[in-house]
């Protein structure tokens, strides 16, 4: 039998509940999360009363245009024990999936532990217009309430109409250098996306639905993200996600790429077309890629000039201009690790010869010194001839 007091101390428990999170006015019960500057409520049920467990009604809401979502909450009162956060997702009418995300907890009213469930949508997730059910990992704890039409209590946030948030509506920095991908059959997903020096990129993105090609509705930024040398990735346009994976996943004859090279395949749209591009390496806030002018000396021989051209795959062209091999060409590849610059090639007689400079700034490169594996060596140094490349 539950003792008077114990029976009192759930009742205004259940009470306290029923107010979820502070009132914007009379009558209104809103669960976090709430909306923070530039966002909006894109889907919440105000309620007041006391909540029960396991909603038999799915929680489902419908969006008439497109909208990024920056945060989803359900709400675990869970008879004022709360519930260890799990995940929380939505499925689409045809039974796509987004998600699911791991939440976060949050206390409830009284101080009740991981009451909230809160995920933080980083980078946010554009939606279609369609019918959304919402998916938690925990139904049988998840809170509901005759004001929510007995469907499991919870808050979907985005921005404004109009909003492009800190990153959309920007034009992409390489969108010059941007490929536009058609939808592909559901059973051919996946092609060959760029291959590029190890670093820091930016992601830009975008779904295009017009007929303009190259140029999506609007660039949305994945970034900053780390691509390791001789690692292969796979980014999924659809859900923004990038993650290592083995080149033999998407075909037993794939290797996986050089040392000094990462290489990403794209995962594509079977519905629409993207747009995508790789912004970067962003290491030590330096864009080494471009045109430069080379100087340097050869250790018991003569003084030359080349032109070097960093490309932004990783590999580079050399040229020499001035010295005892005019027009001498070399093809090979370099590598920014955020302190160190390593160029690389094969000379015919030389055989591998390998530049390193550890003074490296944006418009200039100092006291480098280069081997050559039957030759003898020397010192160089450049300067940036033109922006990009």
Request: hydrophobic letters at 30%; proline letters at 7%.
């Amino acid at each position: 039998m539950i003792s008077p007091r114990k029976l009192f101390t759930i009742l205004i428990f259940s009470l306290l509940a029923a107010f979820i999170v502070t009132q914007a006015g009379l009558g209104e019960c809103y669960g976090l999360p709430s909306p923070d500057e530039g966002e909006e409520r894109i889907f919440a049920q105000s309620a007041c009363a006391g909540v029960s467990n396991d909603p038999p009604n799915p929680t489902v809401f419908t969006i008439d245009a497109q909208r990024t979502i920056t945060k989803i909450g359900t709400y675990h009162w869970n008879d004022a024990s709360g519930e260890s956060p799990g995940t929380i997702g939505l499925r689409d009418e045809q039974g796509k999936t987004y998600g699911p995300w791991q939440a976060e907890g949050e206390p409830g009213q009284g101080g009740v532990p991981n009451a909230y469930w809160i995920v933080q949508l980083s980078p946010s997730v554009d939606l279609p217009a369609g019918t959304y059910t919402i998916i938690d990992s925990s139904p049988s704890t998840w809170s509901y309430t005759y004001e929510s039409n007995d469907c499991g209590l919870a808050s979907v946030i985005g921005l404004k109409d109009g909003s492009g948030g800190s990153e959309k509506g920007k034009s992409a920095p390489c969108a010059g250098d941007a490929v536009d991908y058609s939808p592909r059959s559901p059973t051919d997903l996946y092609t060959a996306g760029p291959g590029l020096a190890p670093g820091m990129y930016n992601i830009w993105y975008g779904k295009r639905t017009g007929t303009q090609i190259g140029t999506p509705d609007k660039w949305t930024q994945l970034g900053q993200k780390e691509l390791s040398s001789g690692k292969f990735y796979v980014f999924d346009v659809t859900t923004a996600n990038l993650g290592e994976s083995t080149p033999q996943m998407i075909n037993p004859m794939l290797t996986n790429p050089a040392p000094g090279r990462s290489l990403v395949w794209l995962k594509l749209s079977s519905e629409d077309a993207y747009v995508v591009c790789f912004d970067g390496p962003l290491d030590g806030g330096l864009q080494l890629a471009g045109a430069w002018k080379m100087s340097g000396h050869q250790e018991g021989f003569n003084d030359w000039k080349a032109d070097l051209n960093l490309k932004k795959d990783g590999t580079l062209e050399w040229t020499e201009t001035e010295g005892a091999n005019v027009g001498a060409n070399r093809q090979g590849t370099w590598q920014f690790d955020g302190t160190v610059l390593t160029l690389k090639w094969v000379s015919p007689g030389g055989g591998q010869t390998s530049w390193v400079s550890r003074s490296v700034a944006e418009n200039s490169i100092s006291s480098g010194t280069y081997s050559v594996e039957r030759a003898p060596g020397g010192t160089w140094s450049a300067m940036r001839m033109a922006e990009g490349f």
